[in-house]
């Protein structure tokens, strides 16, 4: 039975973002919603929830069902409730008292502890709050499930959790997942949309093999192109050899004709032109480079709060030049706060004990909440300040994929991606020797998380990172350090760690 439809749908903001789109929704069905940033896939979302509609076409639900859509971000007036009473208002007001059985058995299903269910959500990590978002909707016993991101600041073990959750809690609703997280796609997907302004591509397949075949289509239909091209301009050729001989005979039936040509080329450069292909802006990074061989030296670091709880130790830790460190750990052991010690030692903010730095170090920093990104001012100006001249301001920004029409607007009112490509734009610009990084793929397309890895890795790029995404993980490592029982340690490989988070 189809709980949820769409029929020749399509939406058009700046330009289009999808069109003559259809699909359908059912029992079983686990659907990766796949597209570059900005591209139109919350948008996707917010119509099949009945949120905004359609610009063209139909959404069509099965009378009388639930749909529950769990967006990227806490709305305002959650953040003063804690986290249980935020999952209780989601019901109805008179059910809440004999029903709140059920807000405890949906936090349970999450493995929420209870100290945290007593948390006010503006108190909550970015991680926490996303699951506070799925329990709200999930208390309401939805027909299906839309989720925006759902992965995005979770760290590794709540994304293996969710992933358990989905295949045994939710085993029996469909459910429409947009994500940029590959290793999260591949274990709960079973089909996968690929959002195209043009021709948007559906296979019946997790998104690894749906995006192998899909790239076979893609070059299948480049081949068809230039056969077609090819073609068009045999027909002008030959038209343009009518039109001289019926103009000097003066023969109408040949005008005619080479008309008909021209007009049959016409049509197949019009088709010709709509194929599909990756726009999705350029990742650049930058590496002016340094002779010192060892750029950090730690030795009997202790990583504590505010409040002087030691979180974890490092004994001794030696950063060298060309060194890919990445730093993995369940969220709340102190990674953001090592890397925000680091950050403060290397800006010369404070003089941090047990930290040694290199004179010649260079450092870019960017965190996951992109905290140094001016949301009042445009892209424009951010990056103009980064010493830049007008034109290459522009040109570049044009090529990190901000559109021209975006580059005097407030940064508050780009995407979340397109947020990203802007912090990793300014990045560059700060030509630096070595790059600090919190999670630098939240929000970024896969295109975008491939292609800062190639760059990263081509640049010689020395960097230390923090980041739950396993595929750029594996992608970029050479050295892996885990926070685990109060030390800092290095291992071999990160696979033995993701090992001991699954359920």
Known sequence: MTILSLKDAGFVARAPLFQNLTLTVGPGDRVGLV???????ST??????????LTRGDVIRSRGAAIGYVPQ?????LLGQTFRDAVLAALPK???ESDSWRADMVLESLEVPQDMRRARVS????GWQRLMLLARVWVTEPDALLLDEPTNYLDLEKILLLENWLATWASDVPVVIASHDRSFLDAVTNR????????????ALPYSRARAELARNDAADAAEQDRDLKEAQRLRRQSAKLKNIGINSGSDLLQKKQKQLRERAERIEEAAASLHSEQAGEIRLSNRGTHAKVLIGIEGLSVATPEERVL????????MKGDRIVVLGRNGTGKSTLVRLLREALA???????IRITPTLVTAYMDQALSDVPLQRTPFEFVAGQGESDARCRSALATAGIAYDLQRSPIAKLSFGQKSRLALLALRFAAPNFYLLDEPTNHVDIAGQEALAEEIKVQGVSCLLVSHDRAFVRDVGTRFLVVERGLLRECESPESYFASLAP
């Open 348 to 354: 010369g903010h404070a003089e941090v004990p047990g």
């Open 192 to 203: 996968t949309l690929f959002l195209r302004p043009e021709t948007s591509r559906l296979f």
């Open 44 to 53: 996707l979302l917010r119509c099949l929830a009945g949120e905004i509609e």
């Open 312 to 319: 974890f130790k490092v004994p001794k830790l030696n950063v």
């Open 35 to 41: 597209a570059q940033n900005g591209a139109g896939k």
């Open 73 to 77: 971000d806490a709305g305002p007036e």
């Open 94 to 96: 008179e059910a809440r």
């Open 123 to 126: 108190a909550l990590s970015g």
